[in-house]
């Protein structure tokens, strides 16, 4: 098996070099673009791996990052979108060399887990996955903790030097409101699954704003239907028995979207010629048998993969914490029931 030293004597260079092409992290070394080139062509023909061990003694780190999520993990299995968010972690650390420690978090009251969870002498850091509550008290332990953290969720209004990778919340909902009133929409309502987590605010406040913007009253539809089909499906009974409803809505509780849409189908209630109605979903293919829908589909793998990039590139000093960044959502239409 080639070594660090094998590559340096072809190449004509110390091993010093070499090591600081492939692992980073020294900034004392200088190389010119060529000897990178030249470095990584003979990494590449020789078949080079570095061994982790050497490697985690050689940089002082433990080549791990640590997960949890604001959840117990009996949870995290009833919520499909994780399994695309780990994948987009997984995706991102392998080609850094990193390895994955799952942790399950002791709290399964959608708080986030304390800093003690993780030694910092098993991961080098960590990444926190779960809508956040607006008083959680755990947030600001991280905050204050000296291990690396990129959150991947969107912090509480005021809670500040917070590293964080979400989806735009409020752009989402502006891009939904916007789409319905495109189609002629007046009247829309917003269904959310509840209000105590910050995603969920943020929807709130967009919702207003978006129909402040069109002239539009903000304030008369808005409901939280819960987070499972069957809460779902009783709020689609409520909400078609009412004297008064909207013409439309933005329907952000991505699991009780089911059981709204299975309501729907039952009732024989069209969409669009009915209802206008944009979903998030949970999942891809989530409301594929309701035809005429319009979804927004949230990019839970590059969530993952987005969030588990920036942690390592601040691992590596490359940036200056506190990073925020927030993914674009696409609304599509499903054309034909399946």
């Not at 995603?199 to 967009?206: G, T, V």
């Not at 239907?225 to 439309?248: C, D, H, I, M």
């Amino acid at each position: 098996m080639p070594t660090i030293r094998d590559i340096a004597r072809k190449a004509g260079v110390s091993h010093t070099v070499v090591s600081a092409i492939l692992h980073g992290g020294n900034s004392k070394v200088r190389y010119s673009e060529a000897t990178k080139r030249k470095v990584l062509k003979i990494v590449r023909q020789l078949g080079y791996r570095p061994h982790r061990g050497a490697r985690s003694l050689a940089t002082k780190s433990t080549l791990t990052v640590g997960i949890s999520f604001a959840w117990s993990m009996s949870e995290i299995y009833r919520h499909p979108a994780m399994a695309f968010v780990l994948a987009g972690v997984s995706e991102a650390l392998s080609r850094s060399d990193y390895s994955l420690l799952v942790r399950a978090s002791p709290n399964s009251e959608g708080y986030l887990p304390k800093p003690d969870l993780f030694h910092p002498n098993e991961v080098d850091g960590v990444l926190l996955v779960g809508a956040i509550r607006s008083d959680d008290p755990n947030l600001n332990l991280w905050r204050k903790s000296k291990l690396p953290m990129v959150l991947v969720s969107t912090p509480p209004e005021g809670v500040r030097g917070i590293n964080c990778v979400d989806i735009d919340n409020f752009a989402m909902v502006v891009q939904a409101v916007n789409f319905l009133v495109g189609r002629g929409y007046r009247q829309i309502g917003l269904v959310l699954p509840g209000l105590e987590y910050t995603c969920h605010q943020i929807n709130l406040k967009a919702f207003e704003h978006a129909l402040s913007e069109k002239g539009l009253n903000s304030r008369r539809w808005v409901w939280t239907a819960g987070y499972t089909p069957e809460e779902g499906y009783q709020f689609a009974q409520k909400f078609l028995a009412a004297a008064e409803r909207p013409e439309a809505l933005v329907f952000l509780a991505e699991m009780a979207a089911i059981g709204f849409g299975k309501a729907l189908l039952e009732r024989r209630i069209r969409v669009p010629e009915d209802l206008g109605l944009v979903i998030k979903e949970k999942f891809p293919g989530q409301m594929a048998f309701l035809e005429g829908v319009a979804v927004i589909e949230p990019p839970y793998f590059n969530l993952g993969y987005e969030a588990a990039e920036l942690l390592v590139r601040l691992l590596k000093g490359e940036l200056e914490p506190p990073v925020q960044k927030f993914l674009p959502t696409q609304i599509s239409v499903n054309s034909k029931a399946k």
